[in-house]
């Protein structure tokens, strides 16, 4: 089984909040076993709550707050979709779906959703220009090649 992941090669839309097509979004499929992506969510999880205290202190230079949670998609695997968190109480997350959906028919673009901060693959979040968390998305950065790294990130608008 392959877990999909939907990681958008330009990211400054996510962290913006603006809407793109779906051609935008290219989906890089996953397999469930690949260690260093299930490090990077284990990393994510085990972090969460210092996600839960920027978005709670609202520190000057920070915004796009961003969690990633996994959809069940029709073939039994998981869609990992962007949402942008509006509101946290008591471990319950409130946001809008940042990113169009490829393959799970559970959510779409824009949709207003709740879930638990369990249930999440990934955070991030900016302070300044410095992307904080991203594991998932880390992990994709960490295999493009030198030019790619550095076109990615000044499309992206973020540091690491």
């Not at 290219?26 to 299930?38: E, L, R, S």
């Not at 709670?56 to 979709?81: R, W």
Request: with cysteine.
């Amino acid at each position: 089984m392959k877990i999909l992941i939907a990681i958008m090669m330009a990211l400054t839309l996510v962290f913006s909040g603006c809407s793109k097509s779906k051609d935008a979004d290219p989906v890089i499929q996953v397999k469930a076993d690949d260690k260093a992506m299930n490090d990077a969510i284990a990393k994510a999880k085990a972090s969460s709550k210092d996600f839960v205290a920027a978005f709670h202190a609202k520190k000057s230079g920070t915004n796009a707050f961003s969690v990633k949670k996994p959809y069940p998609t029709p073939d039994g695997g998981h869609e990992h979709m962007w949402i942008d968190v509006t509101d946290e109480s008591n471990g319950i997350i409130q946001g809008i779906v940042a990113n169009d959906a490829d393959a799970t028919l559970e959510v779409k673009l824009g949709q207003k959703v709740s879930l638990k901060l369990e249930e999440i693959s990934d955070w991030k979040y900016q302070d300044g220009k410095k992307m904080i968390g991203g594991y998932t998305v880390r992990y994709f950065i960490d295999r493009m090649s030198p030019k790619e790294r550095e076109e990615f990130l000044k499309e992206a608008g973020f540091e690491l």
